[in-house]
């Protein structure tokens, strides 16, 4: 049999292993190997797993590739698969991730051991996170000229045409995963309310690209920043699946006739993609550490009251709380707003970031092991051009910069919805005869904030003058 083992590439075109697959004319067979323990702390994933994994059988039904799940680890499912069965040549797209690359290897190893063709290609980044590097070898830790120089590297290679794997059949097709795709989604039905809110597959992933470089990528600059317009692709959950590729994404922006500033800006946000996976292929230890060391010894605070509250949207402040409702119903946050709530708890509450990297892979759709890494070290100023850590986000000006009249505090915080523009930033400043007038009352209605912003300013920055020290 020829096979494809489908790892995070959730797509037919621009799919190198399915090309060279169907190359092959017969017994062609895919199958995708469940590991539990890579999504037990990713409950949001585990809906948009199950949906890709329903979209994705009937492509390959209509490729007259027969597939299957597997609910075991990969090794050990190699190990036993190939003592019972004959393969002629395995294909899979690589995943450039340490922990993924370690058991890539010793499959590897095992394959050789036993020799069975293989054939390994590239994953959905633009290049290796090894190719870009500074004139001495060493990794870049800034991102612009990290981005200077990959982004040159990259057109100068002439490689981002799309693979086409061209016309597919539409046979008639009845799911025979279907009962094994199912066991994947959580216990908790909190995800049936994503549906209303997405719908997952490699089709929808090339309309949404479509639909927003022909419009909204011109004012893009502009409208990024503010939450309550549709102003971003949202493509982030469909590119973390692997359903529609970075090389895609940069071929179609870069026909474009006109390209302006938002044109740049959203090239940069692959840049940034680009940039987390460099640090942490170079950097391994930022999974769960610091990239900065200092840090290690940084005061963190271990109030669970405070995280509790800033996880259940309950902070006293509007456009935290705001955020943090629309992550949990929708499964995503406006980027913007990852800056805001991050530096909230990370510099307001002084907890741990790895507390809110925890809860992000945990409610995101669009989770990336790299890119949340490295967006709260960031954030927490202790990873790669990472923002000061005095640089402490006012969530007060935060929202009446990005969120003036309110409308998008007002969408996720309805008991809100009366209070005037003036206060709706800052609902414990209204006075008492306005809060009469309108029938609110701030304890009942809404919280009273869980920390004076002034002071947990001054709090952080004394701890972060400890560990100058």
């Given at each position: 049999?020829?096979l494809?083992?489908?790892?995070?590439?959730?797509?037919?075109?621009?799919?190198v292993?399915?090309k060279?697959?169907l190359?092959?004319k017969?017994?062609l067979?895919?199958?995708?190997?469940?590991?539990e323990?890579?999504?037990?702390?990713?409950?949001?994933?585990?809906?948009?797993l199950?949906k890709?994994?329903e979209?994705?059988?009937?492509?390959?039904f209509n490729?007259?590739?027969?597939?299957?799940?597997?609910?075991e680890k990969?090794?050990?499912?190699f190990?036993?698969?190939?003592?019972?069965?004959k393969?002629n040549?395995?294909?899979?797209n690589?995943?450039?991730?340490?922990d993924?690359k370690k058991?890539?290897?010793q499959?590897?190893?095992?394959f050789?051991?036993?020799n069975?063709?293989f054939?390994?290609?590239s994953s959905?980044?633009?290049q290796?996170?090894?190719e870009t590097v500074?004139?001495?070898?060493?990794?870049?830790?800034?991102f612009?000229?990290?981005?200077?120089?990959a982004?040159?590297?990259y057109i100068?290679s002439?490689?981002?045409s799309?693979?086409e794997?061209g016309?597919v059949?539409?046979?008639?097709f009845?799911?025979?995963?279907?009962k094994?795709?199912?066991?994947?989604l959580?216990?908790?039905k909190?995800?049936?309310k994503?549906?209303?809110?997405w719908e997952?597959?490699?089709?929808i992933?090339?309309?949404?690209?479509?639909?927003f470089l022909?419009v909204k990528?011109?004012?893009?600059?502009?409208t990024?920043?503010?939450?309550?317009v549709?102003?971003?692709?949202k493509?982030s959950p469909?590119l973390a699946?692997?359903?529609i590729?970075?090389k895609?994404i940069?071929y179609?922006s870069?026909?474009?006739?006109?390209?302006k500033?938002?044109y740049?800006?959203?090239i940069?946000e692959?840049g940034?993609?680009?940039?987390?996976y460099h640090l942490i292929?170079h950097?391994?230890k930022?999974?769960?550490k610091?990239?900065?060391?200092?840090?290690d010894?940084?005061p963190?605070?271990e109030?669970?009251?405070h995280l509790?509250?800033?996880?259940?949207g309950?902070?006293?402040y509007?456009?935290?709380?705001?955020?943090?409702?629309e992550?949990y119903e929708?499964?995503?946050?406006?980027n913007?707003?990852r800056?805001?709530v991050?530096?909230?708890l990370?510099k307001?509450?002084?907890?741990n970031?790895i507390?809110?990297?925890?809860?992000?892979?945990?409610?995101?759709?669009d989770?990336?092991?790299?890119?949340?890494i490295?967006g709260?070290q960031?954030?927490?100023?202790?990873?790669?051009?990472a923002?000061p850590?005095?640089?402490?986000?006012?969530?007060m000006?935060q929202?009446e910069?990005?969120d003036?009249?309110?409308?998008?505090?007002k969408k996720?915080l309805?008991?809100l919805?009366?209070i005037?523009?003036?206060?709706?930033?800052?609902?414990?400043?209204?006075p008492?005869?306005?809060?009469?007038?309108?029938?609110f009352?701030?304890?009942?209605?809404y919280?009273a904030?869980?920390?004076?912003h002034?002071?947990?300013?001054?709090?952080a920055l004394?701890?972060?003058?400890?560990i100058?020290?």
């Amino acid at each position: 049999m020829n096979l494809f083992w489908l790892r995070n590439d959730f797509r037919i075109n621009d799919n190198v292993a399915i090309k060279k697959l169907l190359e092959q004319k017969i017994n062609l067979k895919a199958f995708y190997l469940y590991d539990e323990d890579k999504f037990k702390d990713r409950s949001a994933q585990k809906w948009w797993l199950y949906k890709s994994l329903e979209s994705l059988e009937k492509k390959l039904f209509n490729l007259d590739i027969k597939f299957e799940i597997f609910f075991e680890k990969e090794f050990v499912f190699f190990d036993k698969f190939i003592k019972k069965n004959k393969i002629n040549k395995i294909f899979w797209n690589t995943i450039d991730l340490p922990d993924e690359k370690k058991i890539e290897n010793q499959i590897i190893s095992l394959f050789k051991k036993n020799n069975i063709e293989f054939n390994v290609f590239s994953s959905n980044l633009l290049q290796k996170p090894e190719e870009t590097v500074k004139k001495d070898g060493t990794p870049f830790q800034v991102f612009t000229p990290f981005w200077k120089n990959a982004e040159e590297k990259y057109i100068s290679s002439k490689n981002y045409s799309p693979i086409e794997i061209g016309k597919v059949k539409n046979k008639i097709f009845k799911s025979e995963n279907i009962k094994k795709i199912q066991k994947i989604l959580p216990n908790k039905k909190w995800y049936l309310k994503f549906s209303k809110y997405w719908e997952p597959g490699e089709d929808i992933a090339e309309n949404k690209i479509k639909s927003f470089l022909k419009v909204k990528i011109n004012n893009y600059h502009n409208t990024r920043d503010i939450p309550s317009v549709e102003g971003t692709s949202k493509i982030s959950p469909y590119l973390a699946f692997g359903e529609i590729t970075s090389k895609n994404i940069f071929y179609q922006s870069s026909k474009l006739k006109n390209k302006k500033t938002g044109y740049r800006k959203y090239i940069n946000e692959i840049g940034w993609r680009e940039f987390s996976y460099h640090l942490i292929n170079h950097f391994p230890k930022m999974k769960n550490k610091n990239l900065r060391e200092n840090f290690d010894n940084f005061p963190w605070s271990e109030n669970k009251t405070h995280l509790k509250k800033w996880k259940k949207g309950e902070t006293g402040y509007p456009i935290v709380d705001a955020a943090m409702k629309e992550l949990y119903e929708t499964g995503w946050m406006h980027n913007r707003l990852r800056m805001v709530v991050g530096s909230f708890l990370v510099k307001h509450l002084r907890i741990n970031w790895i507390e809110g990297e925890k809860y992000f892979k945990d409610t995101l759709l669009d989770y990336d092991l790299a890119n949340n890494i490295a967006g709260w070290q960031w954030i927490a100023g202790c990873g790669a051009d990472a923002a000061p850590y005095f640089r402490i986000f006012n969530p007060m000006i935060q929202g009446e910069k990005f969120d003036p009249d309110g409308a998008f505090v007002k969408k996720w915080l309805p008991k809100l919805k009366n209070i005037p523009k003036k206060y709706i930033h800052r609902p414990w400043e209204m006075p008492k005869d306005i809060s009469e007038e309108i029938g609110f009352n701030l304890n009942k209605d809404y919280f009273a904030p869980i920390v004076d912003h002034q002071q947990a300013r001054e709090s952080a920055l004394r701890a972060f003058e400890s560990i100058k020290k």
